[in-house]
C-alpha cells in the first residue's frame, strides 16, 4: 500500500520557513520603529508646556559677552 501522502506539506518546506521568518522579522521591525516614534513625540510633547520663547532663548548660549560666535578662522581672506 502507498502512502496518500507522498511530499511534506508546504508548512515543512525551507521557503515557507524562511518566508515566515522574514515577515515576522519586518513586523517586529515595524512595532520598535512605531514604539520609537511614538516615545519620541511624547517627549516633545511634554516639553513644549509653554515655554517656546524661552526654549530658543536658552538653546543659544552666548559665550563671548551677547554675539554669537562666527567661526572666521577656519576660512583664510586673501587680502
Not at 521557503?15 to 516614534?37: P, R, T
Request: with cysteine; proline share 3%.
Amino acid at each position: 500500500p502507498l502512502s496518500a501522502q507522498t511530499e511534506a506539506p508546504f508548512y515543512e518546506e525551507w521557503w515557507f520557513l524562511v518566508v515566515m521568518a522574514l515577515s515576522s522579522l519586518i513586523l517586529i521591525l515595524l512595532v520598535v520603529f512605531a514604539l520609537v516614534l511614538h516615545g519620541q513625540s511624547k517627549k516633545y510633547k511634554n516639553c513644549n508646556g509653554g515655554k517656546t520663547i524661552s526654549n530658543v532663548e536658552e538653546s543659544v548660549t552666548l559665550d563671548n559677552g551677547g554675539f554669537t560666535a562666527l567661526e572666521l578662522n577656519s576660512r583664510h581672506l586673501n587680502i
